[in-house]
């Protein structure tokens, strides 16, 4: 396997429980919210996404969470199955700019 | 979603020599993004290439380091020059699209380089 996420913080969760990533973001002004999942050896690809105006975002299986107040967003996924093993990654972009900021990442390990 | 390639998926290059990268898209978009990602680590946006302009570097990022290219629409190149091991990092690219989101980056699967 590749490198990526040897050196994040690791989530170990039993297959079928639920599963709960945090990310602290860093700009208040940012009003649009992704997480993206990275498998070993891909590139990171989109999850679920949350606009500012907005406080919770359901997708299938997965949910996230967004509290401007602290500026925490969350993941959540639902009876988590050993395909989800992967590092997440949040990011964030402000209003009127293409750039995304990326958080540190945390790796998910399903444990069978 | 687009579909995006790189070329070549993987090297060891040596001390010094430089390398190239490619990024292929399968439509055309108007700004490609360039990443890197170093061993254990997140993203990092090295810069941002327009067709028809000079690429936008990022702070810490300068163009004699990362040469890039962008001459259409769907194909950019990204250079890391005269390389040493703290170059050792998975290099992405990007493209900015609107799918099952807003406003998301499709990502291509990333070039691992290593440098000794």
């Known amino acids: 396997g590749e490198s990526v996420g040897l050196h994040l913080p690791t989530l170990s969760v039993q297959e079928g429980d639920n599963s709960i990533i945090n990310c602290a973001y860093s700009n208040s002004a940012s009003d649009y919210f992704i997480w993206y999942k990275q498998e070993s050896g891909k590139g990171p690809q989109f999850i679920i996404d949350?606009?500012?105006?907005?406080d919770k975002r359901q997708g299938q299986r997965v949910t996230v969470l967004l509290n401007k107040t602290v500026k925490h967003l969350s993941l959540q996924i639902a009876a988590t199955q050993p395909g989800d093993s992967a590092v997440y990654f949040c990011a964030e972009k402000g209003s009127g700019t293409y750039k995304y900021i990326f958080g540190t990442g945390t790796r998910l390990k399903v444990l069978a | 979603s687009a579909v995006i390639s790189q070329k070549p998926s993987r090297d060891i290059c040596q001390r010094g020599t430089s390398l190239t990268i490619q990024c292929q898209v399968d439509s055309q978009v108007t700004m490609m993004f360039w990443y890197r990602q170093q061993p254990g680590q997140s993203l990092t946006l090295i810069a941002t290439?327009?067709?028809?302009?000079?690429?936008?570097?990022e702070s810490g990022f300068v163009i004699d380091k990362f040469p890039i290219s962008r001459p259409n629409l769907t194909f950019s190149t990204l250079t890391v020059s005269n390389m040493s091991p703290e170059d050792s990092s998975i290099y992405l690219c990007?493209?900015?699209?609107?799918?099952?989101?807003?406003?998301?980056?499709?990502f291509g699967p990333g070039t691992r380089l290593t440098v000794l």
């Open positions: 990007s493209v900015d699209r609107q799918g099952r989101a807003y406003n998301e980056q499709f």
């Open positions: 949350i606009r500012s105006n907005m």
């Open positions: 290439a327009n067709q028809g302009s000079e690429a936008t570097y």
